[in-house]
């Protein structure tokens, strides 16, 4: 842990999407967070998490921006957990992750799948490029410096031998 | 670490996808690879990582099929991490993570961006229902449980309440 800080390198977008999230496990709280559930038992149930791990998990969800922390009852006092709308930006990353942990499951054999909520219909998500609609996976694609790159980043860039 | 099977279940497949990886920061060492990074000293200095956690990650790639530890030198004996065709298709999820890091910032103050290599054009990854072509993000998607689900998942997606 304590070598976070060097291994994020707030420069770098994954890096700062990985601290955002906080921890391992917590994306399985988004997942649940995004199938509907919103409470500390529900959470706790679901994922057979220690209270003290899921209330550490759940503040540091928080506290990146990704939960907001709801009263639902006065006496005693409870709270709710919901997505704003920057947790629910995060659903990508949830879509892609179980399209790699499904990629070799006939589609008939899997346990979740995407579906469009309005029309109930699955949903098959593929990573294209907005400008051609070309699928990415026909593509040679890759990361590279941008714009605002540092002269660090330039040199990583530069000095990897991607040929 | 003792409750990751609890937190796992290995019928989801993003849990599937986060025990491949292994460890959080993991997920920046494919990074590395993705960026053209094999050895274990670009690996360590990228990333300010301790010998042992390094070694300890690695093998853990290697052991999720995403890395192949091959020898490129025999004395002293040297070995480079590349990555396998499995591997490869994590890319997706390093993609959808940059784009969530970077989401909110403008395309000409990014550090890092998408290029196609080929043409050294920048690409917009964007994702689509594959049969329609809808960018998911104008559409109400969520997960619900698949064909092959157990009674379990089935119950999971049964008690949520999403409206």
Redesign the interface.
């Known amino acids: 842990m304590a070598?976070?800080t060097?291994?994020g390198g707030a420069?770098?977008?994954?890096?700062?999407?990985?601290d955002?999230v906080g921890?391992?496990?917590s994306?399985?709280i988004l997942?649940d967070a995004?199938?509907?559930?919103t409470r500390f038992d529900e959470f706790q149930r679901?994922?057979?998490?220690?209270p003290n791990?899921l209330t550490r998990r759940l503040r540091k969800l928080v506290d990146g921006g990704l939960l907001e922390r709801r009263r639902y009852q006065a006496r005693p006092p409870r709270h709710e957990y919901v997505l704003t709308t920057r947790g629910r930006?995060?659903?990508?990353?949830?879509?892609?992750?179980?399209?790699?942990?499904?990629?070799h499951?006939p589609?008939?054999?899997?346990?979740?799948?995407?579906?469009?909520?309005?029309s109930g219909e699955p949903?098959?998500?593929?990573?294209?490029?907005?400008?051609t609609?070309l699928p990415?996976d026909e593509?040679?694609?890759?990361?590279?410096?941008?714009?605002?790159?540092?002269a660090g980043?330039r040199e990583?860039?530069a000095l990897?031998?991607?040929d």
């Open positions: 070598s976070r060097d291994l420069e770098c977008p994954i890096a700062r999407s990985l955002d921890e391992w496990w994306m399985l997942r995004f199938d509907g559930y679901n994922l057979g998490i220690a791990m930006e995060f659903l990508p990353v949830l879509i892609t992750l179980a399209g790699f942990g499904d990629r499951v589609a008939d054999s899997r346990s979740i799948q995407l579906i469009n909520r309005t949903v098959d998500a593929v990573l294209v490029d907005r400008r609609g990415l593509l040679d694609v890759g990361f590279a410096a941008g714009p605002g790159a540092s980043m990583h860039y990897s031998s991607k």
